[in-house]
């Protein structure tokens, strides 16, 4: 076969490729959360990462939502390291808004924090934009993650108190709740051994808990954390973690 005939071959070769990535891949990837298939892409690769690296299991699947909520909701979670809002957000058809502390937003990797849409939190309070913001996407029918505890909880096997703001979030919004229990991640406060540290993690879906008319934070705050204290048979430490450190935690 001459040049002609390779550039020719080559050619065809790069149509069918593009036409399969526009008629098979990319509608693939918009049925992941959202929509959108860049996020459909890290989707699917999360839960290969899920399963390869954390040997992940998952409970309670049939608790989940579809696509699209049909009411506004607020993923409740234990904080046992970096990796379970990923760990999470794999087995979710929909989108989790993550409340994440902005002390640990590298603003290198700003782009990557818009693109998952997180919603910084100011932990010292001077810039109390986050509940705003988290109340706009609920309003909208989004879903919003939260790690009550306020921090990763060390040593394992505790729950720590829950900030009221979590209860206030959920009744002023009107939410429903997902209350997970995360167990078996790696057992360190760093970003990197979080995430890379081979496990036999489990996220267990505890239950979705429908809005029932209660307005007092406090009390919508208590159910949850008695609720997972009950579920995991972990111990309640009632000692409030300090929502800031003097410096950020190590990668």
């Known amino acids: 076969m001459g040049p ?20 098979f891949v990319i509608p693939a990837l918009r ?35 579809t696509r699209h909520p049909p009411r506004p909701l607020v993923v409740v979670s234990n904080h046992t390291g970096s990796v379970d809002p ?3 957000s794999s087995a979710c058809p929909f989108l989790i808004r993550w409340m994440m502390g902005d002390d640990m937003m590298w603003d290198r990797m700003a782009p990557l924090w818009d693109r998952l849409q997180l919603i910084p939190v100011d932990r010292t309070g001077d810039r109390p934009v986050a509940i705003r913001e988290a109340l706009r996407t609920l309003r909208n029918k989004g879903a919003v993650g939260i790690f009550p505890e306020g921090r990763i909880t060390l040593p394992r096997g ?6 009221d703001g979590v209860g206030a979030l959920i009744s002023r919004a009107r939410a429903d709740t997902l209350l997970v229990w995360v167990e078996g ?12 540290t081979p496990s036999r993690s489990t996220v267990h879906f505890i239950e979705l808990i429908a809005w029932d008319g209660e307005r007092d934070p406090g009390v919508i705050t208590a159910r949850l954390r008695n609720r997972l204290l009950a579920v995991s048979g972990w111990t309640a430490n009632d000692e409030a973690l300090p929502l800031v450190l003097p410096e950020r935690l190590p990668f």
């Open 86 to 88: 990923l760990l999470i």
């Open 185 to 196: 991640t790696p057992e360190t406060d760093r970003v990197g051994p979080s995430l890379f």
């Open 4 to 23: 002609l005939g390779w550039i020719a071959v080559s050619l065809a070769a790069w149509t069918v490729l593009i036409a399969l990535i526009r008629w």
């Open 31 to 65: 049925r992941g959360p959202a929509g959108d298939p860049v996020l459909g892409l890290a989707w699917y690769a999360l839960k290969v990462f899920g399963r390869i690296v954390h040997r992940v299991r998952f409970t309670g699947l049939e608790h989940l939502p």
């Open 158 to 163: 505790e729950i720590r108190p829950f900030f």
